[in-house]
């Protein structure tokens, strides 16, 4: 039995019906883009999200970047941003001609290190992004303290945290404007891309939905200078049958969790993820990590598993960025888990034996 890093099939096998059924809806209205099923997912997932506004938009990495558009950062601008995450978060800095301030995450959770912050605030700060990394929430408490002390927004990184929590409240929910990617992997994956922005700020959510669709209210009259990135209607009606099944799917995620958690503790040269007090983890990816990770992936594919590196490479020492002059050792937390980490595989249908799979083949390198 090989076991692969991805399987959509347990997912969408049952659900076939019910999304041909919408895409069909939408084919035969005869209306494509900002219609009926946008208007209808976005009251939904406000409702999931526990937010007032969602506006749906073409990826992840433009909710983000029409998020920091909204919130009028200006070039030179300094945004604090985790030094270990996905290079979208840093991307979205960029396009508004931010600087990104790079802030070491907590070694145990992997996600920005409250204590951390503000060591990293100057006078062009102007807002801190934290990343739900993973699928686990940050201590936001402590990041909003900060940011409510030195007079800062905050826009989430929620791309790999639908339906996390931190004491009770869920991501997405704390910051000024939140950005969350659709992305087909994702916990919540459309068929393409596709994203949001969430926020409970009325101002914001005028400003964004204007943004998305040419900086325009009214067809053909332009208020600002904006984007064209807006939600196609065939994606919206996918995500509103797959919005039905996401707490369901979430709990398969909690549980392979658990199973892995079982079968793999007790490794010495292995470390597990680990869940801050407070926070919930909605296992995103279930990422182990060993300084013998390339052996250990070499070894798991002979034994017909898949795995993936997420991310070899963290943002300050990409070419990208080779123009902030960032040398290697500047941020070793971050370097340390880019050297060192590995996804296991991880989606919802993954059965025990599955796990067991992964688990035999994982204990037989180490022993």
């Not at 992004?129 to 940011?147: F, R, T």
């Not at 204007?210 to 939600?231: D, M, P």
């Not at 040269?269 to 013998?292: E, M, N, W």
Request: charged letters at 15%; aromatic letters at 8%.
């Amino acid at each position: 039995m090989s076991v692969p890093f991805l399987s959509f099939s347990p997912q969408h096998d049952p659900i076939r019906e019910e999304v041909l059924a919408a895409i069909a809806n939408v084919y035969d209205k005869q209306w494509y883009v900002l219609g009926e099923q946008v208007k209808a997912f976005e009251a939904e997932y406000n409702t999931f999200n526990h937010v007032a506004h969602t506006i749906g938009v073409a990826n992840g990495l433009d909710a983000l970047h029409l998020a920091l558009l909204a919130l009028d950062v200006q070039p030179g601008d300094e945004v604090i941003v985790p030094s270990n995450t996905y290079i979208a978060t840093w991307l979205a800095v960029s396009y508004v001609g931010g600087v990104p301030v790079p802030v070491e995450p907590d070694s145990h959770t992997y996600n920005l290190d409250p204590a951390k912050l503000e060591a990293a605030i100057t006078p062009r700060t102007k807002g801190i992004m934290p990343v739900h990394l993973y699928g686990q929430a940050c201590e936001m408490g402590p990041i909003m303290a900060v940011a409510k002390k030195h007079g800062l927004w905050v826009v989430e990184d929620n791309a790999q945290a639908q339906g996390a929590a931190w004491e009770g409240g869920l991501t997405g929910t704390f910051g000024n404007a939140n950005g969350t990617s659709f992305y087909p992997g994702k916990n919540l994956g459309a068929l393409g891309d596709a994203g949001a922005v969430t926020t409970n700020d009325a101002t914001l959510d005028a400003k964004i939905r204007t943004l998305r669709n040419y900086g325009s209210q009214q067809k053909y009259y332009n208020e600002v200078i904006g984007q064209n990135s807006r939600l196609d209607e065939l994606q919206a009606a996918v995500l509103r049958v797959k919005l039905q099944h996401l707490q369901d799917w979430t709990s398969q995620r909690q549980q392979i969790a658990a199973w892995y958690d079982s079968q793999l503790g007790g490794i010495a040269d292995l470390v597990l993820p680990i869940v801050a007090t407070g926070s919930t983890h909605v296992y995103h990816l279930y990422v182990v990590r060993t300084a013998r990770r390339a052996a250990l992936q070499q070894h798991l594919t002979e034994a017909g598993v898949g795995t993936l590196i997420h991310y070899p490479v963290p943002p300050h020492l990409q070419q990208a960025y080779a123009h902030l002059n960032i040398p290697a050792g500047t941020f070793p937390i971050a370097e340390e888990i880019a050297d060192t980490a590995l996804s296991l595989p991880m989606w919802p249908g993954m059965s025990e034996a599955q796990v067991e799979k992964v688990a035999v083949a994982v204990r037989s390198f180490f022993s």
